[in-house]
Each structure stands twice: as C-alpha cells, then as structure tokens.
C-alpha cells in the first residue's frame, strides 16, 4: 500500500502517466513517508530542487539522513553525502560527506564510489590551498596525524588504546 502511494505520488508529480497533481502528488509522497524510505528520498530530492514545494535544502538533508539512518537506505546515504560535499542544508563537511558514501558502498550502491572519488578530489584541492590551515578539522591531514597518536608501544596490552586516541 505505501509503496502504491509513493509510485502514484511520483507519477502524479511528472504528470506522464496521469494529469500533473502538484498538490495531490505532494500530498500523497508525505503520507507514503510514514513507511517507505524510498518516499523520504524522493521528497527530498523535491525539497532540493525545489519541485512542487518551497526549496529547503535543510529539510532535504534531514530527510536524508533519517532514510539513511533509520531505514538503511543506500540511496539516501548517496543523497545525504552529495549534500555534506555541497554544503548543501548545512556547512560544508567532506568526512560527514565519506562516511555517508562509504556506508552506500557497503550497502553495494553502485554510485558510493565515484562520488569517494569526487569527495577526495575536493579534500585533495582544498588542501592544496596555501590559505587553508591543515589543522582544520575536516583536513586529510588533520584526520591522518590523529591516528600517529594511536600508537600501542610493546610494553602496553593495547587496552589505553582507545584512550590515548580519544584524548588527543
């Protein structure tokens, strides 16, 4: 039934199939959001671009990242970490932006990937920029230098592992 109401939402929306129904379409895609991730993902996408309701790149991204989170969704995880790496819905955040396409590429997303690869092209050029501090928090070699502290010397059973890593 849910995913029923999310294909008719859909068609209604593109008006290919059946008479464009703006308001019927975004009214059913919200009632198909109470059980289909997929739903969250394409009212989303909506709120992104602006179709058929106000564009609202915060609202986008939380739908994202509860389809994501909540549901397990591959193509939320893509759509959440295209938003980190924009800056869209809130600040840039390229490592937000890998964590959420890695656990697409975990999930056998075909996309997770190429947008790995865009996101370390991004990091790549921001770090190349001489005004850039490499202490910032989302710098490659800022996140790199924590783990030289997570050394275990022989004399330690590795159990201050975790501890040495955390208070750094």
Not at 23 to 36: I, P, R, T
Not at 70 to 86: H, L
Request: charged share 35%.
């Amino acid at each position: 039934h849910i995913q029923s109401l999310f294909y008719f939402a859909k068609m209604r929306m593109e008006g290919k199939v059946c008479r464009k129904d703006v308001v019927q379409a975004l009214e059913l895609m919200k009632k198909a959001c109470e059980g289909s991730s997929d739903a969250e993902v394409e009212l989303g996408k909506w709120y992104l671009k602006g179709i058929g309701v106000k564009k609202d790149e915060t609202k986008a991204l939380e739908l994202f990242i509860r389809a994501a989170t909540e549901a397990r969704n591959p193509f939320a995880y893509i759509e959440a970490a295209k938003c980190f790496m924009y800056g869209r819905g809130q600040e840039k955040d390229l490592m937000r932006a890998r964590s959420y396409a890695t656990h697409a590429i975990q999930m056998g997303h075909p996309g997770g990937k190429q947008l790995i690869k865009e996101i370390t092209a991004l990091q790549e050029e921001e770090d190349q920029d001489p005004e850039r501090d490499p202490r910032e928090k989302d710098s490659f070699e800022y996140q790199y230098s924590k783990f030289d502290r997570l050394r275990i010397d022989d004399s330690d059973d590795g159990e201050n592992a975790y501890d040495n890593y955390s208070s750094g």
